[in-house]
């Protein structure tokens, strides 16, 4: 069954710690992965993506993820947090190809972060 | 950026009620889209629309829900009688493309 794993459920930091939240997937074929963000209030916005190419992505606000097509993962990065980077992290695959299909969501990692 | 609006931001109903959750996509997309989240939970994926019709669905989407684009530019979601697990938070995305999905603030279903 395809189906995506985020096996952190609530992560708390310090500011200026480094990140790491983890995200493996099981999806047949090719395919296409997003990390959302949720700030409180807010609505779901895309951090980055990967469609094909350098397996290593850059997305906004400093954050990056690679894409480790052996250990059918996408772990999201960032070398030193802020308290503004509090939220939501969903990861989340859809097939490759053209990516018209439907997103299959992670439960979601909450990041705390203290000022 | 461009944005998806949702309307209304909660909505509150009684159990057995009809309710229409309204989207409003991204004016030159193709590909529409509903989740919702229970809370608590994953955000699940309910339909997929693309050219006046469903390309797909899952099995949450029953014959309790229907979608419409009624105009050209709102893009609704029906339930027809609600039940208490309908409560959730109702996200509307859209697409152009083979791009990302775009996703609305979402809409607040409270069922009573």
């Known amino acids: 069954a395809q189906s995506v794993s985020q096996h952190n459920h609530h992560v708390i930091l310090s500011e200026a710690a480094s990140l790491e939240l983890g995200c493996n997937y099981s999806?047949?074929?090719?395919?296409?992965l997003f990390w959302y963000v949720q700030y409180p209030g807010q609505h779901l916005q895309l951090l980055l993506k990967?469609?094909?190419?350098?397996?290593l992505v850059k997305g906004i606000k400093g954050f990056e993820a690679e894409f480790i097509k052996s250990k059918f993962s996408f772990n999201l990065r960032k070398p030193s947090v802020q308290w503004s980077d509090t939220a939501e992290y969903f990861c989340?695959?859809?097939?490759?190809?053209?990516?018209?299909?439907?997103?299959?969501f992670g439960k979601g990692t909450k990041l705390s972060v203290k000022p | 950026e461009p944005e998806v609006t949702q309307t209304p931001s909660h909505q509150v109903t009684q159990m057995g009620q009809e309710v229409i959750l309204r989207c409003v996509p991204i004016?030159?997309?193709?590909?529409f889209y509903w989740y919702r989240q229970i809370l608590g939970q994953k955000v699940e994926f309910l339909v997929s629309?693309?050219?006046?019709?469903?390309?797909?669905k899952s099995e949450i989407f029953d014959d309790q829900f229907s979608v419409e684009r009624p105009d050209g530019s709102n893009f609704t979601l029906k339930i027809r009688s609600t039940k208490l697990e309908d409560s959730a938070m109702y996200f509307c995305?859209?697409?152009?493309?083979?791009?990302?999905?775009?996703f609305g603030p979402g809409t607040r279903l409270t069922v009573l």
């Open positions: 989340a695959v859809n097939g490759g190809g053209g990516s018209q299909g439907n997103l299959i």
């Open positions: 999806y047949g074929g090719t395919v296409n």
């Open positions: 990967y469609f094909s190419g350098d397996p």
């Open positions: 004016s030159n997309h193709l590909y």
């Open positions: 629309f693309y050219n006046n019709e469903i390309s797909e």
């Open positions: 995305a859209s697409q152009i493309g083979a791009q990302r999905q775009y």
